[in-house]
């Protein structure tokens, strides 16, 4: 195991009636941000519920972030942070509000010239932010519990990410009954996107980390059993319960201590939803099988674990397989050419923005430009 540091400062406030906790948690004084995205909270109560723990608060609305939030949004709240001299930020919605609401935070406190070079350099500029809070209504990012953030740039068709310790959410709200409402597709993103971040710490190689393997074969066990449990049931709180909470733990920074990473997917993926807009979710799947098939001899010891374990399977293959059929059982394409994207513009696209960025990732640093290409044809 190699040597970690791990501290996780976030408070989690979980189950039904937690959001009345943010009155005591919101300091009052100067006002509050409270931002939220494009209106699914006004239409299913959350708004209401977060005004009326707030009704003592001085709080400014910042509505309107879109999914995949943009830096120009983004830059338009830091204007009213700035104004309106705010001093907490409350972000209530997806991980697209949590993730602008961090940049907000980080970029309204940044000296710099330019706020888009906490993004170029993956946050090492940020040295203070605003205090973030969160009620979370979608399970699947785990923005909630991380200091990372990920925010998209209209005028250039980009999509970086940052990660700051500055940057963990004081507190977060997760009350399952807040995503009763979301559309089966987001649900189906949510199983995958945490499936995902699961892998990308745990598909690497052995590294003498037993516990951490099986709290991520747990993670995912749990989202095979109560992700399709959740479409066909709604409205059945239990599920919606361990959804929420599988999706904090597979990126709250606990399973990945002393391990090594991948991340390619979702390197790869973010170039995905930059150039094609496919939603973060449908890149993972799509890239994440792809990274396994061209990464096969070095991955495979993993894959064999993992298919014995949480499939009941022997091989490599057999293992790649049941996860194809587990994303294709809940509605998840695995191909570009489901979603109308030729894979030879995608490899070409993708590949260009790696080689300009050098950008390597795999946990032996070694999936660049070449490999980026050699993934997607794999996905056509
Ligand atoms: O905007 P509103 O109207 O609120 O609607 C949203 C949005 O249209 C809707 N929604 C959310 N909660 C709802 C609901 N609709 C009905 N009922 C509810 N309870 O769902 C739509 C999608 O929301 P979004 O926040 O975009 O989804 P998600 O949570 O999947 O976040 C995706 C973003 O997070 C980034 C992705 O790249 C993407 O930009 N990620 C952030 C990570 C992190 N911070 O650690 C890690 C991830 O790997 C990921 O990259
Ligand atoms: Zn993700």
Redesign the pocket.
């Known amino acids: 195991m190699q040597n970690f540091v791990y501290r996780n400062p976030t408070e989690i406030l979980f189950g039904r009636g937690m959001i009345s906790e943010i009155a005591t948690r919101v300091p009052a004084g100067a006002p509050a941000l409270f931002a939220?995205?494009?209106?699914?909270?006004k239409?299913?109560g959350?708004y209401d519920r977060v005004k009326a723990a707030l009704k003592s608060h001085r709080v400014v609305e910042f509505g309107g972030?879109?999914?995949?939030?943009l830096y120009e949004t983004c830059l338009t709240a830091v204007d009213v942070v700035k104004r309106e001299r705010v001093g907490f930020v409350l972000a209530v919605?997806?991980?697209?509000?949590?993730?602008a609401a961090?940049f907000i935070a980080a970029a309204a406190c940044f000296t710099g010239a330019d706020p888009w070079d906490i993004l170029r350099t993956n946050g090492s500029v940020v040295k203070a932010a605003l205090p973030v809070g969160t009620v979370l209504?979608?399970?699947?990012?785990?923005?909630e519990a991380?200091g990372?953030?990920?925010?998209?740039r209209r005028a250039t068709r980009e999509?970086l990410?940052f990660t700051s310790n500055h940057s963990f959410p004081v507190f977060s709200v997760l009350d399952p009954e807040?995503?009763?409402?979301?559309?089966a597709k987001?649900v189906r993103?949510?199983v995958v996107?945490a499936f995902?971040?699961v892998m990308e710490q745990y598909m690497t190689c052995p590294a003498d980390a037993p516990l951490q393997d099986r709290l991520a074969e747990s993670v995912l066990h749990t989202l095979v059993e109560v992700g399709p449990m959740t479409l066909a049931e709604p409205r059945n709180y239990e599920a919606r319960a361990s959804f929420m909470w599988s999706a904090t733990l597979a990126?709250n920074t606990l399973i990945g201590c002393g391990v090594p990473q991948d991340w390619a997917t979702?390197m790869i993926?973010?170039e995905l939803?930059a150039f094609y807009g496919l939603?973060?979710?449908e890149t993972?799947a799509i890239v994440m099988l792809g990274v396994w098939q061209h990464k096969l001899a070095q991955k495979r010891a993993k894959l064999e674990q993992y298919g014995r374990r949480v499939w009941n399977v022997t091989s490599a293959e057999a293992a790649i397989a049941k996860t194809e059929a587990f994303f294709n059982s809940i509605n998840m394409p695995t191909r570009l050419q489901a979603c109308n994207i030729s894979s030879e513009d995608a490899a070409a696209k993708v590949s260009a923005r790696f080689a300009e960025r050098k950008a390597a990732f795999g946990e032996h640093g070694d999936i660049g430009a070449d490999a980026a290409a050699a993934i997607l044809r794999l996905r056509a």
């Open positions: 939220y995205g494009g209106g699914s909270i239409r299913n959350v972030i879109e999914a995949n939030p919605g997806g991980g697209s509000v949590l993730d961090k209504t979608l399970p699947a990012t785990g923005s991380n990372n953030s990920v925010i998209s999509k990410h807040t995503t009763f409402t979301l559309p987001q993103n949510g996107d995902a971040h990126l979702h993926g973010h939803t939603d973060h979710a993972l």
